[in-house]
Every structure is written in structure tokens, then in C-alpha cells.
């Protein structure tokens, strides 16, 4: 982990960590915003915290490729997607899109 706290991960979570997870590090939010920069029509829909996993983001693509990384809390992916000046959802609120699925579906087809 670097010394600089360039995304905000340490100041914006806070003192609280998910007890058997690993903290959000700058590797994770630089892979989201890599997948944000090379795909079309990306949108970034928010994870919560849970006992064994820290907040995480999932990255959608236009044609419903999908990756998902921790980011340490909501105002990190927040202040990402702001800068990418990419939308940004409350899975809890709007669930996952349905093109994620459709991806999800085409590629067991293809490895089946």
C-alpha cells in the first residue's frame, strides 16, 4: 500500500474494517477506474459493508461485463465516479442491471 492516501480510502472509511476481509488499497480503485476508462458506458453500483467483506464496487459495462472491487466506503467510489464523471447506484436501492446477467449467462454458455 502506498504512503499517500491518494483516493481518500483511509480518510473517508474510517476507523471501522470488516473483521476477516483485507482493507481497499489503491490497487483496487486504479482497476476500477482502468475497467471504467477501456469500456463504453460504464456505471458503478455500490456494495455494503458486511461482516466478512468491506464496501465494494461493482463496474458494469455497456455490454454487461462486470468486475468488482473493495473501495473502503461509498464516498471513495463516489468521489471516483464524480471525477470519471460516471453515474453511480445504491445496489441495495436499484439492484444490478440486467445486462449483467444476460453477460453472466453468455459466458456460461461459452465455457460450458
Do not use: C, H
Not at 476481509?21 to 456494495?47: C, M, N, Q, W
Amino acid at each position: 500500500m502506498r504512503w499517500r492516501d491518494r483516493y481518500g480510502l483511509r480518510r473517508l472509511r474510517g476507523p471501522k474494517i470488516a473483521k476477516f476481509d483485507r482493507p481497499a488499497t489503491d490497487a483496487d480503485i486504479e482497476a476500477l477506474i482502468a475497467f471504467a476508462k477501456s469500456r463504453r458506458g460504464v456505471e458503478f453500483y455500490v456494495e455494503p459493508e458486511t461482516f466478512a467483506t468491506d464496501t465494494t464496487a461493482v463496474a458494469v459495462a455497456d455490454d454487461g461485463e462486470w468486475t468488482r472491487r473493495r473501495v473502503g466506503s461509498p464516498a471513495v467510489i463516489r468521489k471516483v465516479a464524480r471525477d470519471l464523471a460516471l453515474p453511480v447506484y445504491d445496489v441495495q436501492l436499484t439492484g444490478y442491471p440486467p445486462r449483467m446477467r444476460a453477460y453472466n449467462e453468455r459466458q456460461k454458455r461459452t465455457e460450458g
